[in-house]
């Protein structure tokens, strides 16, 4: 991930689900971390960039096929989201709890159990895609099903209610290359705007429609590895502050400097649903 100076700006200003608006999630325990109840423990400032907090985002996946490298996001105990043009034909196996990927423990004052590694038996790939430009999400399914803990969860989708333009900023985080054109060890975070998608298709000379999110941030921006991670933001539902998953990392520009173009989730729920339903045997 690209990271120049972020900061994290969590959207707060959203609260439903108080009686007037039932919301519903495709996995009900789901969005809610032990940072989130303020007893996590910060991650110091790096070098032209901003690790991740520790605990905060216990649904992360580090997605392995071969020797090629994405992101992904756990969304119920059998299934990981990512991007479609994470698929290849290698053996894949999914890592979960994961921070540092080079130490085999990651420490702080405290300690996160091993990340757990199983491997994938299926995946289903949206069937209308055929790059990344359209339709670029799957579904990764794992070999064993997984217990929920403080360190591994899954991120909340809704299910009957398109918050997206409500949203302002988004939260992108990732183990992609950094400025030094190198994948990061630790988990990163940045903080991206929404902006008008014609400005990406016109960027790219591509179509850039409702089923793409278009955001940017002028210092920071995904990058190569972070393809599939989760476009998150903090959103305030029935009292408790949830992360709640908008995107999907897909494409942007070679240099990682510019804007990016991510797989609106919520256009693609119908597909998500069926797929979690009749893949799950």
């Keep these: 991930m690209e990271i120049a100076a972020a900061v994290i700006i969590l959207l707060t200003g959203i609260a439903f689900g108080n ?14 971390s032990i940072s989130s109840y303020g007893n996590g423990n910060a991650v110091p400032m790096i070098v032209n960039g901003r690790p991740a907090d520790m605990f905060a985002n216990p649904w992360m996946a580090l997605v392995y096929s071969g ?13 990981v989201l990512s991007a479609a043009h994470c698929v290849t034909d290698d053996h894949t196996d999914i890592y979960l709890g994961e921070f540092n990927r080079s130490t085999l423990t990651d420490c702080s004052t405290t300690s996160m159990p091993n ?9 289903i790939k949206h069937p209308l895609y055929v790059e ?10 794992l070999a064993t099903k997984v217990e929920f803990t403080d360190y591994v969860k899954p991120i909340c989708l809704l299910t009957n209610y398109n ?13 992609g290359d950094t400025e030094q054109g190198v994948p990061s060890d630790v988990l990163k975070t940045t903080t991206l705007t929404q902006v008008d ?18 955001a940017w941030d002028y210092t920071s921006s995904t990058c ?18 949830r992360v709640v998953q908008f995107g999907i990392v897909s494409y942007g520009h070679r240099t990682c ?24 045997f």
Aim: glycine share 10%; proline share 3%; charged share 15%.
């Design 115 to 123: 990340a757990i590694q199983i491997a994938v038996d299926a995946y």
């Design 132 to 141: 990344a430009t359209q339709n670029d999400i799957a579904l990764f399914r």
């Design 224 to 241: 190569r590895g972070d393809s599939g991670g989760p476009l998150s933001a903090k959103i305030t539902i029935g009292g408790v502050s």
């Design 197 to 214: 998608r014609s400005y990406c298709s016109r960027m790219f000379g591509t179509q850039v429609d409702w089923s793409h999110i278009c």
């Design 67 to 79: 020797r090629s490298m994405c992101g992904g996001s756990l969304i119920t105990n059998r299934f």
């Design 163 to 175: 918050l997206l333009n409500y949203v302002t900023t988004l939260t992108a985080t990732g183990w």
């Design 257 to 280: 400097r510019m804007m990016g173009v991510y797989t609106n989730v919520l256009h693609h729920m119908n597909f998500i649903i069926n797929a979690v339903r009749f893949a799950d």
């Design 19 to 32: 009686g007037q608006y039932p919301v519903s999630f495709l996995e009900p325990n789901c969005g809610v």
